[in-house]
């Protein structure tokens, strides 16, 4: 989402170092094409204004302009300014003294309200937390259908009932039958519209003052950029709401609203939703996320992924191998198996301080993977152990063999020996950062 934006800036402080000693002047003008990349990453103009109004502020006093390193501390600077504006801190869900926590989400129809209910629950469970369901969208066809169907893909327990009765009343049965069954936090999908009218907030209201869920969750969409923020605005002056789910952060829009969303309603966000999977919401960490933008990685998420899909035992087995220069072909594969649990791996290579893109020579994507198998399978026990035994006349057989081409073969045994050489990088930079032995990528325990 960030690229364009990121792009600019990194364009910008790199001007800005080759000057060596800094002006208010050379301040002015940095700021000036902030401003404006800002601007074009769709963010609030008083947003920006304000933003750049503090980075200056700070940016123009004695101890940047007269450092050693002054382009080094007004980087500092901006980090920590879009830092505070995304919400400074990650914004935690809270829970009821009491169980159930009742949860409440809320926004436009559109929006990804109900898949994010879906995603929500199988966060909260994989956290230890026994969700219940509860699908009180009874205006959108096939919603509450829509809604069971993850739920039971899943294995979520679920309530609803006949669209013609009020959702307050699905609401507080649902809540009743969450009781019952010893759940913990109950998860209310409320409906959306495709606008804002008052039929709707008066309905929410119902079910607020009725039920006083303990937290409310507005969920908006990021690819709709300032339509978003005005959304997020308009709720937060007709019924108020605790904090913000933002769907969509992978997408190529131009990341305005994640910028915008927090100045504006005073409201943090507190999830994010990267992907369509089940398992693709995750915390909204503003620390990362700005240092993400500015090309400065983001080892700490990186770090969570890996400890999460990786079987630590297995990961120091390929690390010595990797020493021992014993890296296979079938250990090429199953690392690329296990990078992609974690999530696209041009996602992965942007949390790597200094690699903000993979080399062309081993990007892989999803369908990418089906073929690298293929033609791995293909190769003999040898041709796996040691690919310098592979001759022209071997490549051709192993693409018959895998239905491919000679110069996919070619191509797979340069992404391998670029992959060995890329790997050994980063554990030079592991040492280096002295980051610790279960991270920050599968290759190195």
């Not at 937390?129 to 979520?156: H, T």
Request: glycine share 6%.
């Amino acid at each position: 989402m960030f690229d364009n934006l990121s792009g600019r800036l990194h364009n910008i402080f790199s001007k800005l170092k080759s000057r060596g000693k800094l002006t208010e002047r050379d301040v002015d003008a940095a700021m000036r094409e902030v401003r404006l990349a800002l601007l074009e990453a769709d963010v609030n103009y008083k947003v920006v204004k304000d933003f750049i109004a503090k980075v200056k502020e700070r940016a123009i006093g004695v101890e940047v302009l007269e450092s050693l390193t002054p382009v080094q501390q007004v980087i500092k600077i901006v980090n920590e300014e879009l830092t505070e504006l995304m919400g400074s801190t990650e914004s935690k869900l809270s829970f009821a003294p009491r169980p159930p926590t009742v949860i409440m989400l809320i926004g436009l129809q559109g929006s990804g309200k109900t898949t994010t209910a879906a995603k929500l629950s199988h966060y909260l469970r994989s956290n230890g937390r026994r969700p219940f369901l509860v699908g009180a969208d009874v205006y959108r066809p096939a919603a509450i259908d829509q809604l069971k169907v993850l739920a039971d893909e899943a294995s979520i327990q679920f309530y609803s009932d006949d669209p013609k009765i009020p959702p307050l009343q699905i609401v507080k049965a649902g809540i009743k039958a969450a009781n019952q069954s010893g759940a913990d936090v109950v998860i209310i999908d409320t409906a959306g519209r495709l606008h804002i009218d008052d039929y709707m907030m008066r309905e929410l209201e119902e079910i607020k003052t009725e039920v006083r869920p303990h937290q409310i969750l507005l969920v908006v969409d990021a690819m709709t950029g300032q339509d978003a923020v005005n959304v997020a605005q308009t709720f937060r002056e007709k019924l108020d709401f605790d904090g913000v789910v933002m769907t969509k952060l992978d997408g190529d829009a131009r990341g305005g609203a994640a910028l915008s969303i927090k100045a504006v309603t005073s409201r943090p966000i507190k999830l994010v939703t990267i992907g369509e999977k089940m398992d693709s919401l995750e915390p909204f960490h503003p620390d990362r996320m700005a240092s993400r933008i500015l090309g400065m990685g983001d080892m700490l998420t990186l770090i969570e992924k890996a400890q999460a899909s990786i079987d630590e035992k297995r990961a120091k087995e390929l690390e010595e191998k990797l020493r021992r220069a014993e890296f296979t072909f079938e250990d090429f594969l199953e690392q690329m198996e296990q990078m992609q649990k974690m999530g696209p791996i041009n996602q992965l290579v942007k949390m790597i301080p200094g690699l903000n893109k993979l080399p062309k020579d081993i990007q892989v994507s999803d369908r990418d993977l089906a073929r690298i198998r293929a033609i791995i399978q293909s190769m003999t026990p040898e041709e796996r152990r040691n690919p310098n035994v592979i001759s022209g006349s071997r490549r051709e057989r192993i693409a018959k063999g895998s239905g491919t081409e000679p110069h996919e073969v070619n191509q797979l045994l340069k992404q391998f020996n670029q992959t060995k050489k890329l790997l050994k990088q980063f554990g030079n930079m592991q040492g280096k950062m002295k980051i610790p032995k279960k991270g920050p990528f599968p290759f190195f325990g």
